[in-house]
Structures are given as structure tokens and as C-alpha cells.
């Protein structure tokens, strides 16, 4: 009675739309056990039923099972070609320096921790700390030579400090200003206009 009833769902599914059902209502005669097979719509090859392990997991297929030993193969072989890359004459020298040859190249050496002035500068290293005195007294070797030389005298004649930048140290111009805000000219600026002036009426005169 069960099946009578699941028959006549199946036809009455496959009246109302058509190719629903692949073979119409001749398809359910497979159903039945009688004539050709019930076939699914679409794909028609095999249908892979997977090996289940006791634990429930799938066991690969022969092609992901010949794919696997073909990595471990490539595998094993680049770490053997590591391996040899090791032992080469350059390989020590690398080992020594903490980089593992055959794998990306990560630092393993010391890290410098620097130490933190209470304003939080850091520190000058001992290193830092003696290239900063050798330049210091290189600096000042260099001052006396230039001070016991021939020019030195000269230049301190001028006001220049020997062993430091030049900075002009002779008279400043304060300009006198006119009650309009314009610098008046200088005694020398004056005298040059007034001869400027005269050539220029001498000429004029001559010209006629």
C-alpha cells in the first residue's frame, strides 16, 4: 500500500511538469522493477563512493594517493639539495651567521636594547660614544693647525673664529630713517648722486 502511494506521487509530479521525471510516465516502470532502469536527468558516469576509515574519514583515491607521494618526493628532495647547500664551502659561513640555508633568510643575531635617558632619548652606545670624542679631538686638531698657520693670524685679525663656521663679525649698518619710514641715504650714496648729477648737466650742456 506504502509503495502504491509513493507510485502515485511520483506520476502525478511527472503529469504536472513534464521533464521532471526522465522517461515521463514510462520512467516509472523502473521504479517497478519492470523494464529499463530509472536514469537521472544530466550526469551520467560514475558516481564515486568514497572508502570510509573507522574513524569516518574518507581514504584518498589513487590519484590524490600518487599526487601525495609525488610532493613528499619533491619534498624530500629539496631538503636533501638544502642539505648539500649546508655543506658547501659557504654553508658554515651562513650557519655561523644564524641563516638557515634552504629556508627564508631570518635574522637571529643579538638585538640592541637601547638605554633611556629619564626624558626617554636613548643613550649613545660605547661605540657612538668614542666616534663622537676621535671627531671631537680631530676637530680640534685641525682649529690649532689652521690657528698656528700662516693665515690664521689674518683671520683672526678679521674676526673670524678658526675651527668654527665663518660669521662676520665687523661694524652693522643701522640706517637713519626718514620721518616717512624710508632709509636715508648714506654720506657716500649722497656724494655719488651729486656727481652723477653734475656729469649729467655737463653733458647736457654740451650737447646744447
Do not use: F
Not at 521525471?21 to 521504479?31: R, S, T
Not at 584518498?60 to 639539495?81: C, I
Not at 658547501?88 to 629556508?103: F, H, N, T, W
Not at 626718514?178 to 632709509?183: C, D, N, S, Y
Request: with cysteine.
Amino acid at each position: 500500500m506504502k509503495c502504491l502511494v509513493v507510485l502515485c506521487a511520483i506520476a502525478a509530479v511527472a503529469v504536472a511538469k513534464p521533464g521532471y521525471l526522465p522517461g515521463g510516465i514510462a520512467g516509472l516502470a523502473g521504479l517497478a522493477g519492470v523494464g529499463a532502469p530509472l536514469v537521472a536527468a544530466g550526469y551520467a558516469g560514475p558516481i564515486a563512493v568514497p572508502a570510509i576509515t573507522a574513524g569516518g574519514v574518507p581514504v584518498d583515491t589513487p590519484e590524490v594517493q600518487v599526487a601525495r607521494a609525488a610532493h613528499a618526493a619533491a619534498h624530500a628532495a629539496a631538503g636533501n639539495a638544502a642539505a648539500a647547500a649546508a655543506a658547501a664551502p659557504g654553508g658554515a659561513i651562513l650557519a655561523a651567521r644564524g641563516v638557515v640555508v634552504g629556508a627564508p633568510a631570518v635574522y637571529a643575531g643579538p638585538q640592541h636594547v637601547p638605554v633611556l635617558t629619564a626624558a626617554g632619548v636613548p643613550v649613545d652606545t660605547p661605540d657612538v660614544q668614542a666616534a663622537r670624542a676621535a671627531h671631537a679631538v680631530a676637530q680640534a686638531t685641525s682649529a690649532a693647525a689652521a690657528a698656528a698657520g700662516s693665515g690664521g693670524a689674518i683671520l683672526a685679525a678679521r674676526g673670524v673664529v678658526v675651527g668654527a663656521p665663518a660669521v662676520y663679525a665687523g661694524p652693522q649698518h643701522i640706517p637713519v630713517l626718514t620721518a616717512g619710514g624710508v632709509p636715508v641715504d648714506t654720506p657716500e650714496v649722497q656724494a655719488a648722486r651729486a656727481a652723477d648729477a653734475a656729469a649729467h648737466l655737463a653733458a647736457k650742456a654740451r650737447l646744447g
